[in-house]
């Protein structure tokens, strides 16, 4: 699993978050270290500064014949003060499908999703702390159907 613009390697991890309403599901996109993770925080940190006319985002899944799940999580934008197009894409595959419905389900109890980076450590998994980036995401696509949060509790505080 790689995260194309880098050549990083990722691996998909889902992070469910207790809460009064429910288990909150969120993407983990983990990276090899601490280093990797930090520089695709401080790149996805851009985008959520750039103009709203010129940046997308789109996640999307699909079921392979095996019945695993390929997910591609895409976020791009041009640049406030250098007019350069940036972009993240990470895709995974081989993802379990029962944790990703988990994703799906926490749509429909909550306005949104999470998406958070991550990294491996000799301590095991490490999340890079929510006070950096966190994104919310209220819908996703999935073997082309676009699925919209019917939720109507807002994400928890994840930090």
């Known amino acids: 699993m790689i995260d194309s613009n880098s050549e990083l390697f990722v691996q998909f991890r889902y992070i469910g978050v207790p809460s009064n309403v429910g288990e909150f599901g969120c993407i983990g996109l983990f990276y090899e ?3 990797a ?4 925080v401080r790149n996805l940190q851009t ?3 750039a103009s709203p006319v010129h940046k997308h985002s789109n996640v999307a899944a699909t079921t392979d014949k095996s019945g695993l799940i390929s997910l591609s999580v895409e976020y791009s934008w041009q640049g406030e003060h250098d007019d350069r197009d940036h972009n993240f894409l990470a895709e995974l595959n081989g993802i379990d499908p029962n944790e990703f419905m988990k994703i799906v389900k926490t749509l429909e109890t909550f306005t949104a ?3 958070l980076i991550g990294y491996e ?10 006070k950096e980036l966190s994104i919310f995401r209220a819908n996703l696509h999935l073997d082309g159907e676009d699925i919209t949060a019917t939720g109507n509790n807002p994400p928890p505080e994840l930090y």
């Not at 993770?37 to 695709?40: K, L, P, R, V």
């Not at 095991?124 to 929510?130: D, E, K, M, V």
């Open 33 to 35: 270290n601490h280093n």
């Open 37 to 40: 993770a930090d520089a695709i």
């Open 47 to 49: 985008y959520f500064m």
């Open 113 to 115: 999703y999470g998406v």
């Open 121 to 130: 450590s000799h301590d095991g998994p490490q999340i890079i702390s929510p």
